[in-house]
């Protein structure tokens, strides 16, 4: 599947509510003092920047958006078989430029 194509699908489970966020997931948020609302924010208003294809699970995505704050944020997902995204782990990028 194309970049823009898996862009819009997982766009549209995030509208649709139908995605899962890991408990690894939810621990790294709580320590970037990231909400949902900034993962869905991130991911609507971001790009796939990585296709991870080698792992036995499924292929993986790692998407980088804005959390609502301006903050940089790395979305590791996959799509399940059912069709239901699920969010793996959740990362704000600390800004390296001064």
């Known amino acids: 599947?194309?970049?823009?194509?898996?862009?819009?699908?997982?766009?549209?489970k995030i509208v649709r509510n139908w995605?899962?966020?890991t408990e690894h997931a939810l621990d790294e948020m709580?320590?970037?003092?990231?909400?949902?609302v900034d993962v869905k924010h991130a991911i609507r208003r971001g790009q796939v920047v990585q296709r991870f294809t080698h792992?036995?699970?499924g292929i993986r995505y790692r998407l980088r958006g804005p959390a609502?704050?301006?903050r940089e944020v790395n979305v590791i997902c996959r799509i399940l078989d059912s069709?239901?995204?699920?969010i793996i782990?959740?990362?704000a990028t600390e800004d390296t430029q001064s």
């Open 1 to 12: 599947m194309r970049r823009n194509r898996v862009l819009q699908s997982i766009q549209q």
């Open 55 to 57: 792992d036995r699970r």
């Open 83 to 86: 069709g239901e995204l699920r």
């Open 89 to 91: 782990t959740v990362y």
């Open 68 to 70: 609502r704050d301006g």
């Open 19 to 21: 995605y899962q966020i």
């Open 30 to 36: 709580r320590k970037d003092e990231l909400l949902t």
